[in-house]
């Protein structure tokens, strides 16, 4: 947890200070739930440092995340206001993309999928973002809608200083390959197993 | 992740809706970042519910919050502003408690955690809080400076709806026993590993 040395210094020709600022690929996968909650609470750092988020929700349904969403919004508001923290886009695929408002069917949704993606690549070329959460982007990847290693290799090449955070089981290996840190939760226990159903303010 | 039907119904005297809004344990543990992160980004959930967030933080630092400290600060102010989301308060034990004002020095960490853990039985027996995260909690624990029993039944017999969420390494078997969800975060890789030092935004 502390501020530590790390073990071994690569030679790579890199400074300490480039090291450390090196903008981060991070997939958070594995089984459990936990996945998107920690994404969204590392967004949370990357608001106070004031760098512009970028959530994308590649999932049907938009209930899952409204907590966080809701949340979101407010903090994005409260730097629209007093100019804290930063500003905060949030996109879902589920009720079409905001920037085309073409509602999706139920036949198309590995076309708004790549839609996203080609979005999110025009984005990381402009430099939109500081952290990007790309919210059960795995399974796109996993079903074969998005081409992995085109993605791979666009967060590869992407200019400046991006964070991205990715999200989802499945997690294809080209792609956890490719990530500088790889988060994977397990289950030990859950009230699910009991018999209980899942509860708002908990499971969404 | 859907609101699925659970494989088992317990034979526990509890409706549906009873068992379904049962006030939960939770404990993020494990040998890997992710545990407060989650804890926090779970918190967004609630506080979009509306409930009334306890924060209380069992280190000596607070340099490893900050983002989250800020942005809960931001959208408790939201609430008191404009009424959405609820309430938020955060102690931190590193700068001494803030309901004592005492600054607690090397020698007595030990105290001061009791002291922290005493307060928040108080408020669990007042139902101060709807969602309490007790950040760093498992190490008073560990360490035998508050007593995992005197806990488990603290938490067992807490009145109303209360949902606390423990972070932390080392949470001893009786707290897991005790806890109605346990997510375990496991490293895969991590930039530390290749020589990286944390950076802002992402650590803190």
């Known amino acids: 947890m502390p501020q530590g ?16 600022n090196r903008p981060l690929v991070i997939v958070h996968t594995g089984e459990m739930k936990g996945k998107s909650t920690a994404a969204f609470g590392l967004a949370l750092r990357g608001w106070n440092q004031g760098w512009p988020i970028g959530v994308f929700q590649f999932v049907k349904s938009a209930k899952w995340r409204v907590g966080e969403e809701s949340a979101f919004r407010a903090l994005g508001k409260v730097h629209d206001e007093t100019g ?3 500003p ?7 009720e079409g993309w905001s920037w085309t408002r073409k509602k999706s069917t139920e036949s198309d949704h590995a076309a708004a999928a790549l839609e996203g993606w080609q979005e999110i690549a025009r984005r990381l070329s402009d430099e939109r973002h500081g952290l990007y959460v790309l919210d059960e982007f795995t399974y796109p990847l996993h079903w074969g809608w998005v081409d992995v290693e085109e993605v791979v290799a666009t967060l590869r ?3 400046g200083h991006q964070h991205v955070i990715i ?34 303010g908990i499971e969404w």
Chains 1, 2 share one sequence.
């Open 88 to 94: 905060v886009e949030w996109h879902k695929m589920g």
């Open 5 to 20: 040395k790390p073990e071994t210094v690569p030679d790579d020709g890199l400074t300490t200070r480039q090291r450390r």
């Open 157 to 159: 090449d992407r200019p």
């Open 167 to 200: 999200t989802g089981r499945y997690a294809p290996q080209a792609l956890v390959d490719a990530a500088d840190l790889v988060m994977q939760t397990t289950k030990v226990a859950h009230p699910m197993d009991s018999g209980q159903k899942g509860q708002k």
């Open 84 to 86: 804290e923290g930063g």
